[in-house]
């Protein structure tokens, strides 16, 4: 029996988990659970899992989630330290991190301090944090199941495999909704249009982070913290069906791909049952349906976000970390209408030229020092495109 904690459990990866959760009972306790503002939901989930406790994170509604499970038993957290002590709670031995952006680095820590089992979709915890990440957890005995269909494909194909006889990785990339799109045209693409992903449904962060493609630059700074491969050993390639999730390319010259339909509860699940496999088949390809599967080059010009993610990386420090705070801020922006989507990579660009000059207070990375730099950079991107802080 898995005793979980989902954080983000109202979101797109954590509806999909309490789904597999409701089918495999005997399998799964949920312990723990946390939302940021959908408290009806997270009310529905609380009644019907019965978790020991419950977390919003935002303090102001945190009097009607009380209200809400008066007498139901359930525990409800303070709103400050919510995630760290959901995470944490007596009894957990399993995380499921689906909570979106930098907001989950200290809940990741924590878990995987705990010596845990991290079943992670938060890929910016590593993103940001990877630096403290990978040795805590060397150290605590935590695993880290990846739960992005790309790093689970790579983890799956790495099974029985010694790390040694890797010559490379392939991400595989839908491309996203601008695929093939002119570049001169960027800028008159609308929230609607940027969120309408031709392959998978998510929540919005990730979705426009898909669009302008610097999802997969993410991913590849995960990839890079999760198999210990040099950047230039990770490799993009453009797939528009995703079905191959990621491929390893071995020394030998033998490639093993994982492939699937696009659906995140078979990563999700895998993440929970590893090294076993449950029964439950969640869809699978019909190979008549399939004409074909097709590859072409990522275009760098018209995506600088995935040439940014690779400059981040290769430089380290603090410029995943700017790279990913800036780019949640003008996503935020984009989305509340108040730039275009070709500001999105000019801000990110223009944030991590200027973050040279920005040390942190300390050079030395730390929770502490991360979080100052995950703040100057919203503040410079805000300040660059001359919006106020309200
Ligand atoms: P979402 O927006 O649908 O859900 C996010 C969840 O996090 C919600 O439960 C929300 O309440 C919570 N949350 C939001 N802001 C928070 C904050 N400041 N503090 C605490 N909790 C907060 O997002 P999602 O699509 O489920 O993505 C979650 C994570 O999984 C992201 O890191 C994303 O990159 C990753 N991921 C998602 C998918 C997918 O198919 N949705 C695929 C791969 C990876
Ligand atoms: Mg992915």
């Known amino acids: ?28 306790n949920i312990v723990s659970l946390t939302a940021h503002s959908n408290v009806q939901l997270l009310v529905k989930q609380a009644r019907e899992f019965r978790p020991t406790c419950v977390s919003i994170t935002t303090e102001s509604l945190r009097d009607s989630l009380k209200i809400e ?5 359930v525990e409800v957290l303070s709103a400050g330290d919510g995630l760290i002590d959901a995470a944490t709670a007596p009894g957990v031995d ?9 907001a989950g680095v200290r809940a990741t ?18 993103v940001v944090a990877g630096e403290l990440i990978i040795p805590l957890a060397r150290q605590s005995g935590a695993e880290i199941i990846p739960v992005d269909s790309e790093h689970s494909a790579i983890f799956q194909c790495l099974v029985g495999e010694d790390a040694g006889s890797i010559d490379h990785l392939v991400l595989t990339a839908s491309g996203g909704p601008f695929r093939g799109r002119a570049a001169d045209s960027f800028h008159t ?5 940027a969120l309408a992903h031709p392959t998978w449904d998510m929540g919005d962060k990730i979705t426009i982070d898909s669009a302008t493609l610097m999802n997969k630059g993410l991913e590849v700074i995960e990839a890079f913290w999760l198999f210990n491969l040099p950047v230039n050993q990770i490799r993009v390639v453009v797939h528009p069906q995703s079905i191959i999730h990621s491929m390893v390319a071995f020394k030998d010259g033998s490639i093993k791909a994982q492939l699937g339909m696009p659906d995140m509860k078979l990563p999700i699940q895998y993440a929970l049952s590893f090294p076993d496999r449950w029964n439950q088949a969640h869809s699978t390809v019909d190979w008549t349906e399939l004409s ?9 010009d018209a995506f600088p976000c995935l040439r940014l993610a690779y400059e981040a990386i290769s430089e380290r420090g603090f ?11 003008a996503v935020t922006l984009f989305l509340e209408n108040e730039i275009g989507f070709s500001m999105i990579p000019e801000l990110v660009e223009r944030v991590l030229s200027d973050s040279g000059g920005e040390p942190s207070s300390s050079t030395t990375i730390t929770l502490d020092s991360l979080s100052e730099m995950d703040s100057w950079a919203r503040r410079r991107t805000k300040e660059l495109c001359g919006v106020r802080d309200h």
Do not use: Y
Request: proline share 2%; glycine share 8%; charged share 20%.
């Open 109 to 126: 820590m924590a878990a995987v301090n705990a010596g845990h089992r991290i079943a992670l979709a938060n890929k910016e915890s590593l």
């Open 1 to 28: 029996m898995r005793n979980v904690a989902v954080l983000g459990s109202t979101g797109s990866i954590g509806t999909q988990t309490l789904e597999i959760a409701r089918l495999e009972r005997d399998r799964i």
């Open 94 to 102: 399993t995380v499921v991190c689906a909570v979106v952006g930098s």
């Open 292 to 300: 074909a599967l097709t590859f072409e080059k990522p275009d760098l």
């Open 189 to 193: 693409i609308t929230r609607e249009e």
């Open 319 to 329: 410029a995943p970390a700017v790279l990913n705070a800036s780019n949640e801020q």
């Open 69 to 73: 499970l008066n007498g139901t038993g």
